[in-house]
């Protein structure tokens, strides 16, 4: 079974400019979670969605948007790029909405913005 | 809200050495716990689970055992390898009611050396 995979693996933006992500998750998995991940914050929730619909949300502001398509796979995107927003991006699968289930990570993308 | 302390790193050991990295946690609920193991440049990895007091996760030479007590679930291994190398996180998700959000710790990075 092939594991969660996220496009592009490296990207590098403009402070301002937009991004786009995207997350594949195994197959049979229905929710799919992001996490952003950088030296002074470690890692941090995003959002959840199972279904199409978004389940779960951090603490982030409105720049950072999510959704899920009737295949399961994901994209976040973010809009006006900070330079703080520079990170490393993981999306995990799982099979359910609950916690106490097992999560499978993809490799991330690592967005760098100058 | 939720939150998850570990010990500071970068913990550095000699190939057999015992492996004790601390993790203690806050939560409103009753959490399951993970540790995630991260190789350099890649995504997180599932290392055990336990999901109710008293369990105890084992995986790969490695043992955690949930205390409710003590709000802990230290990371242990009898013998650690060169291969072992690699950032420790502790983390936690609610059973109910907070999809599969997890919390991490800061990460304890692990280095063995011959």
């Known amino acids: 079974k092939a594991g969660v995979t996220q496009t592009p693996r490296y990207l590098i933006k403009t402070r301002g400019q937009q991004v786009t992500l995207s997350c594949s998750p195994i197959?049979?998995?229905?929710?799919v979670s992001w996490y952003q991940q950088t030296p002074g914050q470690g890692l941090q929730f995003l959002f959840e969605y199972f279904s199409e619909t978004q389940r779960n949300k951090g603490n982030f502001p409105g720049r950072f948007s999510g959704r899920q398509f009737s295949n399961s796979r994901s994209e976040m995107n973010v809009s006006t790029l900070e330079l703080g927003d520079s990170a490393l991006y993981l999306c995990?699968?799982?099979?359910?909405?609950?916690?106490?289930?097992?999560?499978?990570f993809g490799p991330g993308t690592r967005l760098t913005v100058t | 809200g939720d939150s998850v302390t570990q010990m500071e790193g970068p913990v550095t050991l000699s190939e057999e050495a015992f492996l004790t990295i601390n993790c203690t946690y806050t939560a409103t609920g009753y959490p399951s716990l993970f540790w995630y193991v991260q190789y350099p440049g890649e995504g997180l990895q599932l290392l055990l689970k336990a999901t109710k007091a008293d369990d105890k996760g084992s995986n790969k030479g490695f043992e955690a055992t949930y205390r409710k007590e003590t709000t802990s679930f230290h990371l242990e291994k009898g013998s650690v390898q060169v291969s072992d190398s690699a950032v420790y996180f502790c983390?936690?998700?609610?059973?109910?009611?907070?999809?599969?959000?997890?919390?991490f710790g800061t990460g304890t990075q692990l280095k063995v050396e011959l």
């Open positions: 983390a936690l998700s609610e059973t109910e009611g907070g999809g599969n959000k997890l919390t």
């Open positions: 197959s049979g998995h229905r929710s």
């Open positions: 995990a699968s799982s099979t359910r909405l609950a916690g106490g289930h097992e999560q499978y």
